[in-house]
């Protein structure tokens, strides 16, 4: 986790300068952002923490919504360009399992692409439904269960077209320069973590790239309509947990 804070680190520039270009950041564009949307569709403005909120896209997205926002990742860089971007929007540097917040801070928690890099989720979801409300709720996504397992080009390819799906290992992977380390996660280990934690899940969505990308980037298209790629929820903090 440590050399994921470091790579983030070296590399911050480089990767918001990649969110900046559409062609390498139409996964998240068309892909990620569009799947977050449907899933915060009806939640009215509130108060929400962007946890793993990186350079803050998302936190502008939302602030620009009417949101009252505040985001937290644990990337010194990232949170700088955050700052410098948003100066209406307050960030902070923080693990996502220990933020600063005080327990019931928040109506809304939203954190995209961010839990894949913990191998354990229960403290993950332990310390969102400490600072969440009651009945508050939570939208976030991450690598799908299944893309792990139905391989990307670049992660090591050992002649199997599926590879096991019942485990909780690391695997890396590369993004602007950076070498990644994620945590394989089952559908059955996402769910039992966020049960544990209070939570109910309202809504799942498979992310499949929007038809408005498919003359500019074919290939994206094609492959994320046809393989899982993110996966996201969401889940609402129980009133009696
Ligand atoms: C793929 S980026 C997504 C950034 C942002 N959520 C977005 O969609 O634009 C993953 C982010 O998670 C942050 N991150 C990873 N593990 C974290 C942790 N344990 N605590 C806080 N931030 C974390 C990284 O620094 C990075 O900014």
């Not at 946890?51 to 937290?72: H, I, P």
Request: with cysteine; net charge negative.
């Amino acid at each position: 986790m440590q050399a994921n804070q470091e790579m983030y680190d070296r590399f911050g520039v480089a990767y918001h300068a990649k969110r900046g270009r559409e062609q390498d950041s139409a996964w998240n564009r068309y892909l990620d952002q569009p799947m977050i949307e449907a899933l915060l569709a009806g939640i009215t403005p509130c108060k929400v923490a962007d946890l793993g909120c990186g350079s803050g896209l998302l936190s502008r997205w939302l602030k620009d919504r009417g949101f009252d926002v505040t985001g937290a990742d644990f990337s010194q860089s990232l949170v700088d360009i955050a700052r410098g971007e948003n100066p209406d929007i307050g960030f902070c540097v923080a693990d996502i399992k220990s933020t600063p917040y005080p327990a019931d801070s928040f109506a809304l928690i939203v954190s995209a692409l961010v839990v894949h890099y913990e191998q354990d989720l229960a403290p993950v979801f332990a310390e969102i439904a400490r600072i969440l409300q009651p009945g508050g709720q939570l939208v976030f996504s991450m690598h799908h269960p299944l893309d792990e397992v139905t391989s990307m080009g670049t992660r090591i390819d050992d002649g199997r077209k599926v590879r096991p799906y019942f485990h909780n290992d690391p695997y890396q992977f590369q993004m602007a320069g950076m070498d990644l380390t994620a945590y394989h996660h089952t559908f059955e280990n996402i769910a039992q973590a966020l049960f544990a934690n209070g939570f109910v899940i309202e809504d799942l969505r498979e992310a499949r790239m929007i038809e408005a990308a498919k003359e500019k980037f074919p290939e994206y298209y094609e492959r994320t309509n046809q393989y899982p790629s993110f996966v996201g929820f969401r889940a609402s903090l129980r009133l009696d947990r």
